[in-house]
């Protein structure tokens, strides 16, 4: 019942560009992981993860999603940075009958209009990033927001999201500036965010952006002055690029934290062993996304897509990333996310130790329900 | 004293064999004057004892020394001077800038002052780009540069190309008042009038060859041939 | 509170002092990329990665070897003026007879090389490097507070900037160094060492992107990337000044800042191109560039 | 009495009296290999190869042909791609229409870029189509229509003059194929017409051919149009082998690669851009699974190309004795 | 302006109060010169006198800042140089210019091309240009190249080229022809060829020449015009200029020529 006798995971990802840290080579690692993990067959049948760098670019993605499919019998992809890629190889696997778990790519359009009946999300996407660090920052007295803006779709939909999720919660939204992608000085709109007074600076932007506006905050005085950073798409991979001494008192959202109890610490250290990095929720959401998988597999009897996507939406995802998940009819995997608050210097000396946990998002309030979502698959 | 001596050169520009052993030499204080029609390789001998252009083979020797393994940014240091055919003045620079531009090699050139006195069209547009001059105040300004540097032994290609008589006339007497002062010249002409008032010895260049050599004294003897050879 | 189009006065003096910080690693960038240019023909795409690699160096110095941002504000230019001048000398020396278009595209690997390997060994996210203590804190100047350090940055770009301009433009050697732009082969018959020259002048340029990049490293995030966007805006900076015009690069350098930083104020989404739409409109204008002679 | 050289430049190589026949066989061979090889390898690949060798040649006649480097013409493939994808995705446009749009968009803006960039030359000229073409890429990561970083996704394919289901892999390739070759023939054309002529002239002595009357700047215009144009069809083309477009394809990297291509093929010949495509694409294609670092090979084989063959591949064989010995000769 | 024979031919070129100025320097001023059909019309002065500027303004290659210039009467102040060409006003450069990597054929029919309309048509196969052969070939036999046809224009000597220059200019037929130092850098016999050939097409043509070849400016020129320091020193046929006490001194120096 397993095809070609072999069950073959494809984690696809940027390992050479912009989001190479992000999830990067270390997916690849934790995807293995998984596989050890779960004993390293599945049916009595070996499993293989197999790599690819989409260097960002959804043709280079595609053409390599059709080889891995047509010839080289890979069942499933996995990780898939950058909406561009994410949606291109969804739709594409939909077509060839394949699953697809993403983790890397943020955009809620995977499990909205463009959604697939093989297609999951795991780990986040812009809406419970949005919720997480909006609604939970509003209930501690951040309640007025300025937002930092990357302009462009992402950054849009994220400084949407967290507005409406401020607004909802009672706080105000008191102005927003729109930076382009890939500003380097952020010295102006600081200006700006630090005239405005409000409480909370919201950066919905990414990467080296978020990186060097937090930076630069930090040499304007806005974080001494009161005012509080909060970034919207930030990994503790950054954070550690950054520094702790740049980043302190940065409020985040991520759905995991290697530092939270004893299993995920015991999961971070074996990470770290074979990484040299702790995890974060790219790493630990493509772990999790393996071991599902495999779990389906085992429950289905087959590797048979069609069968594999009902486990997948059946079975619920307990593992050392999620508790309780469980995958709702467009595809989307829902779990707690976690509102973080990066440590000050020297407050605590366990390398890797940055954040503070302040407050547990439940994942069907962090999530957008499902029945809202646009997608066709969900039927009410 | 032989001040240049050149045996058997060889010369090539890539595949293309242009010099097939040329001797000449030059006694100190001498003005020798190279004729030959176009691209019979005056141009070329004069780059090839330059050190411009370098596959070449043969002897070359200046005031006793042997001049093929010296690197082209040392032949100036020993004494040689060049004037090329297109002149080369820097556009970038002003007339003054060009003027000061190559390093003095040795005491005895030419001061400013008096390079000016003798070209008093570069003075007057000193501080204007080099090539915004004429094609005549190009080649004054082209000669001018060596004079300065104290260079014993000056190479001049075609110095008349395309100027005025009156100038031609005036660069003229430069190079007599310059053989007074003992400097040795090897200078490559076409403009055989102008050149029979400031040689003393002539060569005969064709493809690539000496093939005569004579005195001043000499000349109308070889009327004849030089009338076959060039034309004239 | 005054205003000027809606924006209080004193918030507007605040942009336009960043403006002109901005602006002044627009200059000393653009002036590494004209005195390159000016002098070899060759336009350096390499220049942003450069100028990455003096941040890089500087970060390298500090981690490794425990040298500070002073010495490193000396050594790490001098680093990568050092690998300019070894690239100079064993590859792009062998390009300057041929169309610049090849310099333009043998940079253009370089970069990506020199880009990749960094990523290689660091991967993308940045590296924090803090600005030396002297210089921390900030100064209240009523409108705005001016961290120290983006003061420094102006001083030393307009100190250096100054210098390499007396240096090329009123001494000696930068008599040579244009010349030799022109006609290498007669500058050497003339008994100058031109070959040297031409390396020393590549890792010149070089050098003032890494000094750039020791600058930039306390205020940006030490990351591979962070030249590689620059570049572009760089170019256009030099265009607008006038190819080749190391005065306009300087100059212009310093005006796009400002512009910029007052687009980032009026209408920041189009902060990015501004630069781009006024160099198209320069060049319908004036083709050779507000600093250009004409070609 | 003859005034010549003192002896005769670099040795002539004479053509070999049946290198004509042996050019046409060559070909039929080529034409014959492309008939053949989606049954051999992989169709989605072939096309991709086919899509970036077209964009390649429509970029050497500019380069190749005018001496124009454009450091922006991602702008004219991944415009079209856009302009395509949106008008079969979202007008419901046949895909032979939705092609001709994207054509139609890239000569627009191939003509608003060409205005302002040839007023310059050389490494001027460069330099503002990378600037322009970085204006383009800005507008497109925030228009409306493009979906940001997200890119246009999921675009039908349709069917082609309405009956040929274009879904099928091979039907697609033998249209590509068919897109390929005409734009090729296209290409063929205009550098050996009178035009090509004149556009020769200009790149060996622009102020001579003004002073002969022709003006200058419309010729490299309409040169520049044509070589935009037919980006266009290449990338119109691309949107639907892959059925999406995305930002990739407009940013400066992708002007980049399109130069890579090119240079490492052969600049002026006009096989050169297709096997330096085909090196590109094949070695992406491999390094995206292998353990190398895309980005810095990519910048040595640039590199190592303009060091030790920068007449390329095909150019560096039309230059050897063989190549001469077949009657080939490059343009540059 | 003396005429210099009893019934003066039209004029075809003139230009008043000529001026152009570079930055602070003034390279041309007020230069009044006509130039007639049928007429050689030398233009002869110090280097640096502004003949080449000259040829510039008149051609448009520059633009004037002062002054008015009238081709065949009509104003062409304003006009753009590609235009003044099809207008029938084609110059050779001083320094030769023809296009080095196209044979001697084709340089020829590159001119001939924008007469014959055969210029724009992208969509023609090259040999449509045939039909340019013959005409391209008796002018090439004029002036002494057909050995050379197929010759790239690069391996051709430095006088050739010049004489490949001038047959390219004469396959435009142009009304008015100016040349900037067409015998420099000749030998000897191709100078007469070249100076035939100028004599010949003047015949109905007008030719506005810069040459310091005074032997030939002597022998085929009918009026001579003297610039120095960008203005008019004396105008007038050879025997009256050359005896010019000033044009002795700036120009021709105190011996014969
Ligand atoms: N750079 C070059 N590459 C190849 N051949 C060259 C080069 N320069 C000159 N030649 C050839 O070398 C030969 C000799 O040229 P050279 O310039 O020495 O002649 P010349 O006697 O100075 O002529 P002229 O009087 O025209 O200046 C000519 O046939 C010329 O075509
Ligand atoms: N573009 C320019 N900018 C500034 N000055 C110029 C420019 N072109 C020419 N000149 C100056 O104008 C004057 C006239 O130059 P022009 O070339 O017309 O002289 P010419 O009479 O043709 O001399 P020649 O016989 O030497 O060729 C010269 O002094 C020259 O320096
Ligand atoms: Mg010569
Ligand atoms: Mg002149």
Redesign the interface.
């Known amino acids: 019942q397993v095809s070609d006798d072999l069950v073959k995971i494809g984690i696809l990802n940027d390992q050479s560009g912009v989001y190479a840290d992000f999830g990067g080579k270390y997916s690849y690692e934790a995807a293995l992981m998984a596989v050890e993990d779960y004993g390293g067959s599945v049916l009595g049948k070996k499993v293989e993860v197999v790599t690819a760098d989409h260097q960002n670019k959804a043709d280079i993605a595609s053409n390599i999603a059709r080889q891995w499919y047509d010839t080289e019998q890979v069942d499933a992809i996995m990780e898939l940075t950058t909406s561009s890629v994410a949606l291109a190889v969804q739709a594409l696997s939909q077509e060839k009958k394949k699953v697809t778990i993403t983790t890397g790519a943020a955009t809620t359009e995977l499990t909205g209009k463009q959604c697939s009946p093989y297609g999951f999300h795991w780990a986040y996407d812009t809406h419970a990033l949005a919720i997480g660090t909006g609604g939970a920052l509003v209930e501690q007295g951040g309640d007025s927001w300025y937002f930092l803006t990357a302009d462009y779709a992402f950054g849009y939909s994220l400084e949407e999201n967290t507005g409406a999720v401020v607004k909802e919660k009672g706080g105000q939204v008191l102005g927003a500036v729109r930076h382009p992608l890939s500003t380097t000085d952020f010295s102006s709109f600081l200006l700006q965010a630090q005239a405005s007074g409000a409480k909370v600076i919201g950066l919905a932007n990414a990467g080296l952006d978020t990186q060097n506006a937090i930076k630069q905050a930090g040499e304007f005085g806005i974080v001494q002055g009161g005012q509080r950073l909060a970034a919207l798409l930030f990994t503790l991979a950054e954070v550690h690029g950054l520094g702790v001494e740049s980043a302190q008192g940065l409020t985040l959202t991520e759905s995991f934290y290697w530092n939270r109890n004893e299993e995920s610490a015991e999961f971070g250290k074996r990470f770290m062993e074979r990484t040299g990095a702790m995890p974060n929720m790219i790493h630990a959401g493509t772990y999790s996304a393996v071991l599902s998988y495999l779990k389906a597999v085992e429950a289905a009897g087959t590797d048979e897509t069609e069968a594999v996507s009902a486990k997948l939406h059946e079975l619920p995802v307990e593992d050392v990333f999620a508790k309780g998940g469980k995958v709702a009819a467009n595809g989307r995997m829902i779990s707690d996310v976690y509102l973080l608050e990066v440590k000050k210097p020297g407050e605590s000396d366990v390398p890797w130790d940055y954040y503070n946990v302040l407050a547990t998002i439940p994942g069907d309030q962090a999530y957008l329900d499902p029945a809202q979502s646009g997608c066709p698959l969900v039927t009410n | 004293m032989t001040l240049l001596e050149v045996n058997g050169l060889h010369a090539w520009y890539?595949?293309?064999?242009?010099?097939?052993g040329v001797d000449l030499f030059v006694e100190e204080g001498e003005t020798i004057c190279i004729l030959g029609?176009?691209?019979?390789?005056k141009t070329t001998t004069l780059r090839t004892i330059?050190?411009?252009l370098r596959k070449r083979t043969g002897a070359i020797r200046f005031a006793g020394k042997d001049m093929m393994g010296v690197p082209?940014?040392?032949?100036?240091?020993e004494g040689l001077g060049?004037v090329?055919e297109e002149r080369?003045i820097?556009?970038?620079?002003s007339v003054e800038?060009?003027l000061?531009?190559?390093?003095v090699?040795a005491k005895g050139g030419m001061s400013v002052g008096e390079i000016y006195e003798l070209f008093p069209?570069l003075k007057e547009?000193r501080s204007?780009p080099g090539t915004?001059?004429?094609?005549?105040?190009q080649?004054m300004l082209a000669m001018a540069r060596i004079l300065r540097?104290g260079a014993r032994c000056l190479l001049l290609d075609e110095p008349t190309?395309?100027?005025?008589?009156?100038?031609?006339?005036r660069i003229g007497e430069v190079l007599i008042e310059l053989r007074d002062r003992g400097m040795t010249v090897v200078l490559v002409e076409q403009n055989f009038r102008f050149a029979s008032k400031v040689a003393d010895r002539f060569y005969l260049m064709d493809?690539?060859q000496m093939v005569a050599d004579f005195p001043v004294e000499e000349l109308p003897a070889n009327m004849p041939m030089l009338n076959s050879v060039?034309?004239? | 509170m005054m205003t000027i189009f809606g924006i209080p006065t004193a918030a507007l003096f605040g942009q336009l002092l960043v403006g002109l910080i901005n602006g002044s690693f627009y200059a000393l960038l653009s002036l590494g990329l004209a005195v390159i240019f000016g002098l070899l023909r060759v336009i350096n795409f390499a220049h942003g990665a450069q100028y990455m690699a003096g941040a890089f160096a500087a970060l390298l110095l500090l981690t490794q070897t425990g040298i500070g941002y002073w010495p490193a504000l000396i050594l790490a230019p001098l680093i990568v003026g050092l690998g300019g001048a070894l690239i100079e000398r064993t590859m792009l020396s062998r390009l300057y007879k041929l169309d610049p278009l090849y310099g333009l595209l043998f940079t253009f690997g370089l970069a990506l090389t020199l880009e990749g390997t960094f990523r290689w060994f660091f991967g993308t996210s940045g590296q924090p490097y803090s600005p030396p203590a002297a210089l921390t804190g900030a100064v209240n100047l009523g409108f705005m507070f001016l961290p120290i350090y983006r003061g420094w940055v102006v001083v030393a770009s307009l100190a250096v900037c100054l210098g390499v301009w007396l240096l090329i433009e009123k001494t000696k050697l930068g008599a040579y160094l244009r010349a030799a732009t022109e006609n290498p082969v007669l500058v050497q018959s003339f008994g100058v060492n031109v070959p040297l020259l031409l390396t020393f002048t590549y890792g010149l340029g070089a050098a003032l992107a890494g000094f750039a990049g020791v600058l930039a490293a306390p205020v940006y995030q030490v990351s591979p990337l962070m030249g590689s966007n620059l570049i572009i805006v760089v170019f256009a900076v030099v265009v607008v000044g006038g190819m080749g015009s190391i005065l306009g690069a300087i100059v212009t350098g310093y005006l796009l800042g400002i512009a910029e930083g007052l687009t980032k104020v009026f209408y920041p989404e189009a902060s990015n191109i501004v630069i781009f739409v006024i160099m198209a409109i320069v060049l319908i204008l004036r083709p050779a560039g507000l600093f250009g002679k004409d070609a | 009495m003859a005034r010549g050289s003192a002896s005769p430049a670099a040795p002539a190589v004479a053509a070999h009296p049946r290198a004509g026949t042996l050019k046409i066989v060559l070909l039929l061979i080529a034409a014959a290999a492309l008939i053949a090889a989606p049954f051999f390898l992989y169709p989605i690949f072939l096309m991709k190869l086919l899509c970036f060798a077209l964009f390649a040649a429509a970029f050497n006649l500019l380069l190749g042909y005018t001496g124009l480097l454009s450091f922006g013409h991602a702008t004219f493939f991944g415009g079209s791609a856009y302009f395509t994808a949106h008008a079969v995705k979202v007008w419901g446009w046949p895909p032979e229409f939705g092609i001709l749009l994207g054509v139609a968009g890239a000569a627009a803006l191939g003509l608003l870029m060409g205005v302002i960039a040839i007023r310059r030359q050389g490494i001027y000229f460069a330099m503002i189509t990378l600037a322009l073409s970085q204006m383009f890429f800005f507008f497109c990561l925030q228009a409306a229509f493009t979906h940001g970083e997200d890119g246009i996704q999921s675009v039908p394919r349709g069917h082609l003059f309405g009956v040929i289901d274009l879904s099928n892999a091979t039907n697609m390739y033998f249209f590509v194929l068919g897109t390929f070759t005409l734009g090729m023939l296209a290409i063929w054309r205009f550098v050996n017409s009178p035009f090509g002529m004149i556009l020769k002239a200009i790149r060996e002595n622009e102020p001579r051919a003004i002073s002969l009357g022709y003006s200058v700047a419309e010729y490299k215009l309409g040169a520049f149009v044509m070589s935009a144009a037919l980006a266009g069809l290449a990338g119109g083309v691309k949107a639907l082998v892959f059925q999406f477009a995305t930002l990739t394809d407009v940013g400066w990297q992708m002007s980049g690669e399109v130069i890579l291509m090119t240079l490492l093929g052969g600049i002026g010949t006009l096989v050169g851009p297709v096997v330096g495509s085909a090196l590109v694409v094949t070695l992406q294609n491999y390094l995206a699974t292998s353990q190398f670092p895309v980005t810095i090979i990519t910048g040595l084989v640039f590199m190592a190309c303009v060091l030790l063959f920068r007449r390329g591949i095909v150019g560096e064989f039309y230059a050897s004795r063989l190549g001469r010995r077949l009657g080939f000769r490059s343009e540059s | 302006m003396a005429p210099v024979t009893d019934h003066e031919p039209r004029v075809v070129l003139s230009a008043r109060g000529l001026g152009k100025d570079f930055g602070g320097f003034t390279a041309v001023n007020n230069v009044d010169l006509d130039v007639h059909h049928a007429r050689i019309h030398a233009l002869i002065g110090p280097n640096g006198a502004g003949k080449t500027t000259v040829f510039n303004l008149l051609t448009k290659f520059l633009q004037p800042t002062r002054g008015k210039i009238t081709l065949l009467g009509t104003d062409i102040t304003r006009t753009r140089p590609d235009k003044v060409a099809r207008m029938g006003m084609v110059r050779s450069f001083q320094i030769s210019a023809v296009f080095p990597h196209l044979t001697v054929l084709e340089n020829v029919r590159v001119a001939l091309q924008r007469p014959a309309e055969l210029a724009v048509q992208f969509w023609q196969p090259l040999s449509a240009l045939d039909r340019l052969n013959g005409r391209a070939e008796v002018l090439i036999e004029e002036l002494g190249l057909t050995p050379y046809l197929n010759t790239r224009a690069a391996d051709l000597s430095y006088g050739r080229k010049r004489v490949l220059e001038i047959a390219t200019t004469l396959a435009l037929d142009p009304e008015v022809l100016l040349l900037d130092e067409p015998m420099a850098g000749m030998g000897q016999e191709d100078v007469q060829m070249v100076a035939g050939i100028i004599r010949e097409v003047a015949r109905h043509r007008a030719v506005l020449m810069v040459e310091h070849n005074l032997n030939v400016v002597a022998d085929i020129c009918h009026q001579v015009t003297v610039l120095q320091r960008g203005e008019i020193l004396a105008h007038g046929d050879y025997a009256t200029v050359s005896t010019d006490p000033r044009v002795r001194t700036a120009y021709m120096g105190t011996e014969d020529a």
Do not use: C, W, Y
């Open positions: 890539g595949e293309s064999h242009i010099l097939h029609r176009n691209g019979m390789g330059m050190g411009i082209l940014h040392r032949t100036a240091r060049f090329p080369g820097f556009a970038t620079l800038e060009n000061m531009l190559p390093p090699v069209n547009r204007s915004k001059l004429s094609g005549g105040e080649q540097t190309e395309g100027l005025a008589p009156v100038i031609i006339q493809h690539g060039l034309g004239v």
